[in-house]
């Protein structure tokens, strides 16, 4: 289902708003053979509006999509880096996980607690800033890591860190340690996770020495991954030239037909005239 800008809404959206939103809506819900798997991008898209997911957001997300408001919290309410409440122009989330943790993470939280006068998932009076404690940043050959709007700030301290908020909330440019060579909004990293791109995909370093230490070794060694596994029937799947495992064998995702009573619903496993238990 696809809302008509033009049609009655019960957001608090101006036209010009719920027609850019139902235009990117439509492109969301085109990439999936069902429209209501683009849920989870279209929350991005109208946090990337309201700067986090609004009660019009929701109403927009559950006409467009033809479900209920309360489908729509449930899944927002769900997931982390949906925001029930406006967030900062910057989250500035610190992974207090365990090696982060013993490098120096809890320290880092601690100071910029302290600092910014906010705690966890709370923004800073001017708005600049929401402080976040991340579980995993999947940095770890960094840590402790911060992270402002996902961008990479590694081996950092509490110095550091508290120097880093300053100059995010004097509006100076800040410089990621991998990544792309800028930080954007809030609003805008939304919209990317949208899955609209910005172009910075390929800006700055990717992989950096500590990342690819192992692969060094490996190549210096010699060190190969071994040959792929023969699937059932005894067919190389490296020789057959497929590049996934056939459909029902051992590793594939695809669909495969039903083969027991625990792949069919509830019932359907029953003989007709016998009840479902």
């Known amino acids: 289902m696809t809302a008509d800008p033009q049609a009655a809404t019960k957001t608090g959206y101006d036209a010009e708003t719920v027609a850019a939103l139902t235009a990117d809506a439509t492109a969301i819900m085109a990439r999936y053979p069902d429209p ?3 849920l989870l991008p279209m929350l991005h898209l109208v946090q990337s509006v309201d700067g986090y997911v609004s009660r019009d957001g929701i109403l927009f997300c559950a006409e467009t999509l033809g479900i209920t408001a309360a489908e729509v919290s449930a899944v927002a309410t769900f997931y982390t ?3 029930r409440h406006p967030n900062g122009k910057y989250t500035v989330g610190v992974c207090t996980n365990t090696l982060c943790a013993v490098m120096g993470g809890d320290a880092i939280f601690d100071e910029l607690s302290d600092h910014l006068g906010v705690g966890h998932d709370e923004t800073t009076d001017d708005g600049a800033i929401t402080l976040e404690r991340i579980e995993c940043n999947a940095a770890c050959d960094y840590a ?14 509490p110095e550091t860190a508290t120097a880093l908020a300053d100059q995010l909330r004097l509006g100076d440019d800040v410089v990621p340690t991998r990544g792309a060579a800028s930080v954007c909004s809030f609003k805008q990293m939304s919209r990317i996770l949208a899955g609209f791109p910005d172009g910075r995909a390929d800006e700055g370093v990717g992989a950096g020495e500590p990342t690819l230490a192992g692969l060094a070794i490996a ?3 010699g060190w190969t991954a071994p040959d792929a596994p023969a699937a059932d029937g005894g067919a ?3 020789a057959a030239g497929q590049t996934s495992p056939p459909v029902g064998t051992p590793g594939s995702s695809a669909e495969r037909q039903p083969a027991t009573s625990s792949d069919t619903e509830v019932g359907k496993d029953k003989k007709p005239g016998e009840d479902a238990k």
Request: proline share 4%; aromatic share 16%; glycine share 4%.
């Open 36 to 38: 209501r798997s683009g």
């Open 81 to 83: 880096q949906y925001k």
């Open 144 to 157: 402790p890591v911060v992270m402002v709007n996902w961008e990479f700030f590694d081996n950092q301290t």
């Open 219 to 221: 190549r210096e060694r």
């Open 236 to 238: 190389d799947v490296a």
